[in-house]
Nanobody, 123 residues
Framework: QVQLVESGGGLVQAGGSLRLSCAAS????????MGWYRQAPGKQRELVAGITSGGGTKYAESVKGRFTISRDNAKNTVYLQLNSLKAEDTAVYYC?????????????????WGQGTQVTVSS
């Protein structure tokens, strides 16, 4: 019903920058919270940054001051600007969105995930 398509990952040197994008499409009534998670080899998936529909944000301590999350509600798209990248930022980055659906009088929400995009930072 809903697809999240990510783009923007790649290989970058330490200190460099990348910008990730994630667009939600499909049968969407509205998109509530959106966020970015990451998973490094052998580690659990962790929240990197989240943003509410009103623009409120939160960040993992490890990325504060370096990463910036933003969104375009008209396009159902969330972005993650990654600056001052470090080797420890290397991971697969996943987009997440809580999407609201409305069918007749029935309103419900569901979490969706993107397919993941690889970010590799060389030291």
């Amino acid at each position: 019903q809903v697809q999240l398509v990510e783009s923007g990952g790649g290989l970058v040197q330490a200190g460099g920058s990348l910008r990730l994008s994630c667009a939600a499409s499909g049968l969407i009534f509205s998109v509530n919270g959106m966020g970015w998670y990451r998973q490094a080899p052998g580690k659990q998936r962790e929240l990197v940054a989240g943003i509410t529909s009103g623009g409120g944000t939160k960040y993992a301590e490890s990325v504060k001051g370096r990463f910036t999350i933003s969104r375009d509600n008209a396009k159902n798209t969330v972005y993650l600007q990654l600056n001052s990248l470090k080797a420890e930022d290397t991971a697969v980055y996943y987009c997440n969105a809580e999407v609201a659906h409305y069918s007749g009088s029935y309103y419900y929400t569901h979490d969706y995930w993107g397919q993941g995009t690889q970010v590799t930072v060389s030291s």
